[in-house]
């Protein structure tokens, strides 16, 4: 089991930047693929951004641009820069481990992210 915990939400105004962080409990090399999702109120969980064991991103069409997934394997955690925040990036944002990449294994708690004036 891993247990992932994330950190770095808040309330941010638009056009900040936030960077959350996400904390693994043992080691990441394992993992073929590491990423966050986020769910908004009313509405299902999508993928954000992925990092796969190779180094190869992914990101979902609405953060290109904005947002830089990375990857430490040495510190066992994940990382997601956020810039140019918009009211539509409000949602709780949740980590996620993927052993064979197929489907997500494991998740973190979530952290809120609130974007707005």
């Known amino acids: 089991q891993v247990q992932l915990v994330e950190s770095g939400g808040g309330l941010v105004q638009p056009g900040g930047s936030l960077r959350l962080s996400c904390a693994a409990s043992?080691?990441?090399?394992?993992?073929?693929?590491m990423g966050w999702y986020r769910q908004a109120p009313g509405k299902q969980r999508d993928m954000v951004a992925r990092i796969f064991s190779g180094g190869i991103t992914n990101y979902a069409d609405s953060v290109k641009g904005r947002f830089t997934i990375s990857r430490d394997n040495i510190n066992n955690a994940v990382y997601l820069q956020m810039n140019s925040l918009k009211p539509e990036d409000t949602a709780v944002y949740y980590c996620?481990?993927?052993?064979?990449?197929?489907?997500?294994?494991?998740w973190g708690q979530g952290t809120q992210v609130t974007v707005s004036s």
């Open positions: 996620y481990g993927d052993r064979e990449g197929l489907s997500p294994d494991y």
């Open positions: 043992r080691s990441i090399r394992s993992m073929y693929v």
